[in-house]
């Protein structure tokens, strides 16, 4: 991709106007709008939480009871921008080209559907503008608030200030960010398949191993014939974490572990890598960590203080499986009390076998996070280029993105 810096024939070229010289802006039907007797149909309905930035989310598709008549009124046709009327300040203006993904579909009045004169504006574009830091601004800076809501109505939608530039122009622009949208797609599809996969791959390996034995019947199941049972606190030894407060961080550079992140660094571990921690106290409780250096245990942390001779990795791979969370006791403040799962049964293959277990996760995490890695990558790319494109700053003179393929 070559990019070009805003000259002044290229800004001439961009126009502005608000949003209702361009558009059609229609409100949806109200859920909970009373009805007279007449004979009522069942259709499918788009709610907020329906409509995300660039996709759109069906996985929960409800439906609404409307009369006959009113059908085509609110019906969405292909090409019709949704946009959100508000919620969370996250949800403000989110936007989406609807293209017929359902048949006969309404929205509800909490989402607009924008139908753009399409000799002037792009839906998609227009979609992306409002996506944009120029649409976000515009539409926190109109919006009615609470303190953790916010909504615009339709007056100020009609007013929001396209910016328009010629049609081809508009289409290359989408056509860039459709690019670099499908790529975040791609790897989200891989972090999704890459964690069924694993969780998958936990359930049979410790069930059923890697080496093919047959297996024999034992007080928690069927395992494999040369694995051990043994009770959790034969498994490994668990110690509570050490509290340390924020003002009495020492400067260095020993990573300070606080529940399920890393929460700022001191000069002393209290902890030798590697190292297996799991949340005591709070919501998380009960979720590991793998830790590959020497750090420093907060006292939210339960730590593995003796592996007993079981291989580190293999060890929080266990403990992923066995949902510790389960154990959590309290409603305010969940907490992970020891002796509840102390004596719980597990099955324990040999050290060179855990060794191979521990292999073929960590290959599989291993691709999970490479793709998180190129996902926030590309995302970053997004920001970047409705930033710059939306505002004119930057043109693009070749379509050229082999970085994303």
Not at 124 to 141: D, N, V
Not at 240 to 254: A, I, P, T
Not at 267 to 290: E, H, I, M, Q
Not at 301 to 312: E, H, W
Request: aromatic share 8%; hydrophobic share 40%.
């Amino acid at each position: 991709m070559r990019i070009q810096t805003e000259d002044a024939e290229h800004q001439a070229r961009w126009i502005e106007k608000p949003l209702d010289q361009c558009a059609l802006i229609q409100t949806g039907v109200s859920k909970g709008r009373k009805m007279s007797p007449e004979t009522l149909i069942s259709v499918p309905y788009l709610r907020v939480a329906n409509v995300q930035d660039g996709y759109l989310d069906l996985s929960e598709i409800k439906e609404i009871h409307v009369r006959p008549q009113d059908v085509p009124r609110y019906a969405l046709q292909s090409g019709d921008v949704l946009l959100t009327e508000g919620g969370d300040f996250d949800k403000l203006g989110r936007g989406f080209v609807w293209n017929g993904e359902l048949p006969e579909c309404i929205h509800q009045n909490h989402v607009f559907a924008v139908r753009v004169d399409q000799s002037q504006l792009d839906p998609h574009f227009f979609a992306y503008q409002a996506q944009s830091p120029h649409g976000k601004q515009y539409f926190l800076s109109v919006a009615h608030k609470t303190t953790n809501l916010a909504c615009i109505n339709t007056t100020k939608l009609k007013a929001f200030p396209v910016r328009i530039p010629p049609l081809p122009e508009q289409k290359e622009i989408v056509h860039i960010l459709s690019t670099v949208q499908r790529a975040i797609k791609a790897q989200e599809q891989i972090i999704k398949t890459t964690t069924e996969l694993k969780r998958a791959l936990m359930q049979k390996l410790f069930s059923e191993g890697l080496r093919g034995e047959p297996q024999k019947e034992t007080e928690i199941g069927l395992v494999p014939e040369s694995w051990g049972i043994v009770p959790f606190d034969k498994f490994v030894t668990l110690q509570r974490g050490y509290d340390l407060r924020k003002q009495d961080f020492r400067s260095g550079s020993v990573p300070v572990i606080g529940a399920t992140q890393l929460i700022g660094y001191h000069d002393t571990a209290n902890v030798k890598a590697p190292g297996v921690t799991v949340v005591r106290s709070g919501t998380s409780a009960g979720k590991p960590l793998f830790i590959s250096e020497d750090f420093w245990a907060h006292n939210v942390l339960l730590y593995v203080k003796d592996f007993q001779g079981n291989i580190p990795r293999f060890v929080y791979y266990k403990i992923l499986a066995l949902n510790l969370a389960q154990y959590r006791q309290g409603v305010a403040v969940p907490t992970l009390n020891r002796n509840t799962f102390s004596a719980i049964k597990l099955a324990l293959p040999s050290t060179s076998e855990q060794h191979d277990i521990a292999d073929a996760l960590d290959a599989v995490v291993n691709r999970m996070e490479v793709a998180k890695r190129e996902k926030f990558q590309k995302q970053d790319l997004l920001r970047t280029l409705l930033c710059e494109l939306m505002s004119a700053k930057i043109r693009v003179c070749t379509i050229n993105l082999p970085v994303l393929q």
